[in-house]
């Protein structure tokens, strides 16, 4: 499924907004649900966002609902995250996935990216 290379984290203050995006190598990223999660300092692993492979059909974690958008362009390889009015309890690692299967808890059949620190002070 190739490799997965996120960019865009940074510092942010609480309201803003940040952008980040993730650019999958190799032929089939069309073919792959693709998603996002997070990680903060001492706390488990947290799905964040899944987009579907075609229709580009969308799932969300309670914690970002209605703040955080998920998109991809097959075209250019590149899944975003659109984090809009920001809390400081975002701050985290952010980490791109393939294959993201949301069947039961979202996981991931495939690759994670190297993951991009956002970090949003109050």
């Known amino acids: 499924q190739g490799q997965l290379v996120e960019s865009g984290g940074g510092s942010a203050q609480a309201g803003d907004s940040l952008t980040l995006s993730c650019i999958a190598s190799?032929?089939?990223?069309?073919?792959?649900?693709m998603g996002w999660f997070r990680q903060a300092p001492g706390k488990e692993r947290e799905f964040v966002a899944q987009?579907?492979?075609?229709?580009?059909?969308?799932y969300y974690g309670d914690s970002v609902k209605g703040r955080f958008t998920i998109s991809r362009d097959n075209a250019k390889n590149t899944v975003y995250l659109q984090m809009n009015s920001l809390k400081p309890e975002d701050t985290a690692v952010y980490y791109c996935?393939?294959?993201?299967?949301?069947?039961?808890?979202?996981?991931?059949?495939?690759?994670w990216g190297q993951g991009t620190q956002v970090t949003v002070s109050s």
């Open positions: 190799g032929r089939t990223f069309f073919s792959y649900a």
């Open positions: 996935a393939s294959d993201v299967d949301c069947a039961s808890d979202c996981v991931t059949l495939g690759s």
């Open positions: 987009i579907s492979a075609r229709s580009g059909s969308t």
